[in-house]
């Protein structure tokens, strides 16, 4: 049987790789070099304690976002060895992957809980390598700037210098932290942002000199309404701007959380809107929702779509 190869997306529906199997890579981040997108994400496990009980972080590649390979497990969890942070049963969450061109390394930051600890840990974990594919080498896990570290994403600015956004102080307030030149450490300048606000599952991204960020409420595994904002520097002010979503459950982010705004390699201002379907029940079964990102009279808009493709944006 040939697999299915496809030319469109269909967001929330299964998503097969060119294995036939659903892709396992949620709460994940993109990344585009030298002509291929990697896809890095959570690889859960079948059954309630999948979320928990995580392999490591998994890698797809593609040219056209569309079709998928898997790559594997480029960071696994570790056997054996119970003071290991990445021992199994540790939670690795919301994997990101940024290449740094002046040491050519590719870093690789995650939300890391320890084994047993629940989410009280809040640490950010990296992991350093040579290629896209790894094999990533663990660095170590800290609290950025001595403050908790939950929900997080990277951003790499036109200037190559790269800021962590992390929901900080039990959840309550993000933190924008400036990296240093490596990208593996935060260099010591960081701000509060949306404070008192418990904004979670952070996704930024630049478009015409301005930030612009999606994130959510804190309800855990479920969905609620998106938040929207921008921002003319990265320390703030951040305007607020309400929900972007629009179309059926556009109050609950089409059911899903926001995880990433992905640039279209080429397409120089287009972005998708990346986010997950929980199914905490089995995790592994979580969909994708992949949507296109307008901007629209100095807005954010994401509008819902059954079924698209990258020619939308022909039309911009
Ligand atoms: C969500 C968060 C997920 C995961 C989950 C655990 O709010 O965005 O990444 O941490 O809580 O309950």
Redo the contacts with the bound molecule.
């Keep these: 049987m040939p697999t299915q190869r496809f030319s469109s997306f269909r967001p929330g529906a299964i998503w097969p790789d060119t294995d036939g199997v659903h892709i396992n890579a949620h ?1 994940g981040g993109l990344l585009w070099d030298q002509g291929t997108y990697y896809w890095f994400g959570e690889h859960k496990i079948a059954g309630p304690e999948g ?1 928990r009980a995580m392999v490591g972080v998994s890698c797809y590649s593609s040219q056209d976002l569309h079709n998928w390979d898997n790559r594997g497990i480029v960071l696994p969890v570790v056997e054996g060895d119970e003071d290991h942070d990445l021992v199994r049963g540790c939670v690795i ?2 994997p990101k992957v940024v290449h740094n061109a002046r040491t050519g390394k590719y870093v690789l930051w995650f ?1 890391l809980e320890l084994r047993g600890q629940g ?1 009280s840990a809040a640490r950010t974990g990296v992991a350093v390598a040579d290629n896209p594919l790894g094999p990533y080498e663990y660095q170590g896990s800290f609290r950025p700037d001595d403050h908790m570290s ?2 997080m994403t990277i951003l790499v600015d036109d200037d190559q210098i790269a800021y962590l956004l992390c929901a900080s102080e039990d959840n309550q307030t993000l933190h924008i932290s400036q990296l240093t030149d490596d990208y593996q450490r935060p260099a010591g300048r960081f701000e509060r942002v949306f404070v008192g606000r418990y904004m ?2 952070p996704a930024i991204c630049k478009h015409e000199g301005r930030y612009w960020f999606i994130g ?1 409420g ?4 479920k969905p609620n309404k998106a938040r929207s904002a921008v921002a003319t520097s990265i320390w703030g002010p951040w305007e607020e701007q309400g929900n972007p979503c629009v179309g059926p459950d556009a109050d609950l982010t089409f059911l899903a ?1 926001s995880t990433y705004l992905l640039p279209v390699h080429g397409r120089p201002g287009c972005f998708l809107f990346l986010a997950d379907r ?1 199914h905490p029940e089995n995790p592994i079964d979580g969909r994708y929702v992949w949507l296109p990102l307008e901007f629209i009279d100095g807005h954010l808009v994401v509008r819902w779509r059954d079924e698209w493709d990258l020619s939308f944006f022909d039309q911009q």
Excluded: F, K, V
Excluded at 218 to 221: A, D, L, N, V
């Design positions: 709460g979320n969450e919301r939300h989410y939950r929900d979670e599952a959510s804190c309800t855990g595994w959380q929980w």
